[in-house]
DNA sequence: GATGAATGAGCGTTCATTCAT
DNA sequence: CATGAATGAACGCTCATTCAT
C-alpha cells in the first residue's frame, strides 16, 4: 500500500534541500542551476514556497500554518505546494533543515579561529543569537518538538534539535581532546544539556526583552564553568 | 479574552487544580473533598476525566487525543468534558497542572534536610527522575511547548515549563543568599537554563536508554560547576 | 495503524440495516425501537440519510454523489453521516444491502405458492420489474460493480448481484432436486448467468422503453428453455 | 456535446480507432502506416500511450488510473496524453474499443467455417475465453459501466457492452432466418442476455478459478436450449 | 510535436464544541 | 448533573486539465 502510494506520488522531491558549503567553506562546488526551461521555474516555486513557509511557521507556528496559506503567500497554486513536499510535515521539516543549515553556515564563521573554550562557546551563542536576531522567531520554530507534530509514524525523522545537541557534543568532545574540558564530562550528554538550556534560556531572553549581550555572557560563563 | 471565556462557562468551574504554593514549596492547601451528594458525582467524573486525560495526552500527545476519547475513555458522557474544562486546553493545562503539583510534593520531600548546593541540586534532580519513573511520560508530556498547542490566540496562560524555571530561579536565589551559589549568577536565567536542560537531557537519557544513576550524577556536576 | 483508526472511530454503525422479516415471514421479532430519546434521533437520522443516499445513488450514480450532498439531502449536517457511516463507500454497501433485502421480500411474495419452474422463473421476475417499477433505477445502482468504487481494498464484501445469483443458485438447485430442471445444469454457473442477462436485458429494456409484460415474458421463456 | 469537444481540440485527433466493420466481421480497413517523419513519432505515442493505458485500466481499474499515471508508464510526457485524448474518458474508450476490435477478429476467425447454432455459439465463447486467457482482465475492464464512469454528463457514448449486444443480436437474426433459432426469439433481447450472463458468468468462472472448457461447454448448453 | 510544472476546484473526512433530552 | 447525537467550518490533499517553454 505504501509502495503503491508512493508510486502514485509525484516525482519532484529532491529531499530536503541541498546543504550549502559556501559560507565559512571557500570553495563550493556549483551545482548546475538551470538558467531556463522548466526545471528553472521549478526551483523557483520551491524557493517561493520555503520563503512563505518560512515566513508563516514563524509567524504564526506549525498547526496554525494551513498548506493552502503557505501557497497562497509564495503566490503559486494550492496543488503547487504537493509538487514540492510530500504534506505539510515534510514541508516543516524542510524549513527545519533548511534553518539548521543556516545556522550552522553563521557558526562555522564565529569558530574560524578560535582558541580556547571560552572564547568557542561565547563564539557559538554569538553566531545562535546573531542568526536570532536576523531571523527572529525561526530557530524557536524549527526547534518545535517533532513528536508534537507527527501523529504518530515518522518518529524516526532527525529533528534539528538533535542534530544541534551532537554537533555540540562533538565540538565538546574535540575540546575535551585538547584539554579544554574536564575530562570527566560526557560531552555527548553535556551538548544535549547546552542546546536544551539555549532553546529554553533563549525564550527566556526574547520573552522578557533582556540585553542579548549581557545574556550572552552569563550563558557563555555558566556553560564554560560546567564543563571546565 | 480569558474574562469572556471565563463569562460563557456557567458551571462552578474548579478550573486549575489549586496552586500549591509554587516552586519547591510541599504543601497543598487541602479542599474538602465532599463524601456524598451531586457534589461528590462531580467530583468522580472529574477524576475520572483527568485520570483518562492523563493517561491519552501521555500516549498520543495533545493533537491526537480528542475530547471525546477522553470522555469515552473516562467512562462518562461527551458533554460532561465541558462541564469540568472551559476547552481541550484547558483540559491540557489542568493536565500539566496536576503533574507539576505532584512533581513539587515529590521535590519538596527530597529537599527536606539537605543543606549543601550540591545535595540540593542532586536530590532535585533524584526528585524529578523518580517522578519520571512512577510516571513515565508525564513530564515529557506537560512539558510540552504551548506555542505549539495554541492556534495563536492564547499564549498568555501559564505553562508549566516556566513555572518550574522560576522555581528554580528562587530556589538558586536562596541559595545565592546563603552563599552557595555565585553571586554573579543570574539565578532566574540559570533557573530556565537547567529546566531546559533537564528537558533536553532527560529525553536524551530515555531515548538512548542511559543509566539513570549515572546521568543524574552527570548531570547534576554540572549544575553544581556552574553555578559554584 | 487500522487498530488505531478503528479505535478513533466513532461508535454508531449497528452494520448494515438489519435485514426485516417481515413480508412473507408473518412473525417477525420486534426489534426494540425507542420511541423517545437520543436513539430515537439517532434512528430518524439514519433513516433520512439512507432514503437521501438512495435517491442521490440512483439519479446521480455514485461518483457524482458527495456525502455532503447526502447530508445536505437529508437535512443534517456534514458530520451526521460519518456517525453512521465509515466512509462513502459504506454508505453506498449500505444502500444496496437494503435494496437487496427490500427485493428479497417482494420475491419471496411472490413464490409463495409457485409449483412449476415456468411459474417461479416468471414471478421472479415479476418481483423484480415490480421493484424496478416501484424503485426506479435503485437495482441499476445497487447493482453496480463494487470493483469500480473501491479503491483496492475492500473487495472481500459480498456484493449484491454475487448475493442474489447465489440466491437463484440455490433456488435451481432446489427445482432440480425436484426433477424441475435438467440434471445436467450446473445450476451455481447458471445462477450467476441469470442474473447478469436480467441486469444487461433489463438495462436494455429501461433504455429502449420495451413494454415491461412482454419483455418478462421473453426473457422467463429463455430462461426456462435453457434450465429444462 | 461531443461535436463541442472535438472542436475544442486542434490536434488531428484521429480519434476512436477506425472501426471494423462492427459485430463479428473480422477484416478491418488497413490504415497507412507512415513509416518516417512526425506523423511516425505521433503513431509511436498514441501506442506507447494505448499500452501503456490497457496495462493500468486493466491492473488498477479506471478511476485508480490517472492521465499523469498512463503518460509516466508510457515514458511521455504529461501533456502528450492530451495532444491524443480528448480527456480520460476518451482514453478509456479507446482501450475499450481497441479490445472490441481485437476481441472481433478473434471471433471472425472462430466463426469461419461453423455451421450449426451449436457450434457457432460455442466457437464464441472459445473465442472470448481464449481472448480473455491471452488478456488477462482485458474484458473485465473494457466492460466496465460506462454509467459508473462518467460524472453524468456523457452517457451518450456507445460502451463497448451495447456494441457486443448488438453484435450478438445480429448474428442470432441471421441463424433465425436460417431457421437455427426459433422464430419466437426476440434475437436483439437475447443478444443482450447472452453478454450480461457471458459477463457475470465470466467473473464468477475466473474467481472461483472454474475449469475453462467446461464452464465453456456448460454456458454454450445453456444459451442454445434456451435459443432453439 | 512534445514537455512537465502549474493549477485550483473539489474531494472525503475530522473534531472541538453545542444543546435538546 | 449528565448525556451523546448533531454540527459545520475547516482540514490536508488529489488529479484532470492547461499552457508557457
Request: with cysteine.
Amino acid at each position: 500500500m505504501m509502495m503503491e502510494k508512493a508510486e502514485r506520488t509525484e516525482a519532484g522531491q529532491t529531499g530536503h534541500v541541498a546543504r550549502s558549503d559556501d559560507g565559512a567553506n571557500p570553495i563550493a562546488p556549483q551545482p548546475d542551476i538551470p538558467e531556463t526551461g522548466p526545471a528553472k521555474r521549478r526551483l523557483e516555486s520551491r524557493r517561493k514556497l520555503m520563503e512563505a513557509a518560512r515566513r508563516l511557521f514563524v509567524e504564526r507556528g506549525y498547526h496554525a500554518t494551513r498548506p493552502q496559506d503557505i501557497s497562497r503567500e509564495a503566490g503559486v497554486g494550492h496543488g503547487t505546494f504537493y509538487l514540492h513536499f510530500d504534506d505539510k510535515l515534510d514541508c516543516f521539516l524542510a524549513f527545519g533543515d533548511e534553518a539548521a543549515s543556516e545556522l550552522d553556515v553563521i557558526i562555522a564563521a564565529h569558530l574560524v579561529s578560535v582558541q580556547t573554550l571560552d572564547d568557542a562557546v561565547l563564539e557559538m551563542l554569538r553566531g545562535i543569537f546573531e542568526y536570532s536576531r536576523k531571523n527572529p522567531g525561526v530557530l524557536a520554530a524549527a526547534l518545535t518538538d517533532i513528536s508534537v507534530l507527527s501523529t504518530g509514524e515518522e518518529v524516526d525523522r532527525v529533528v534539528p534539535a538533535d542534530r544541534w545537541s551532537l554537533g555540540w557534543g562533538r565540538f565538546l568532545a574535540e575540546m575535551q581532546a585538547k584539554g579544554h574540558v574536564a575530562p570527566d564530562v560526557d560531552t555527548t550528554l553535556a551538548g544535549y544539556l547546552i542546546v536544551g538550556a539555549i532553546r529554553q534560556g533563549g525564550a527566556y531572553a526574547s520573552l522578557n526583552g533582556l540585553d542579548r549581550d549581557s545574556t550572552i555572557e552569563a550563558m557563555a560563563k555558566l556553560f564554560v564553568r560546567a564543563l571546565k
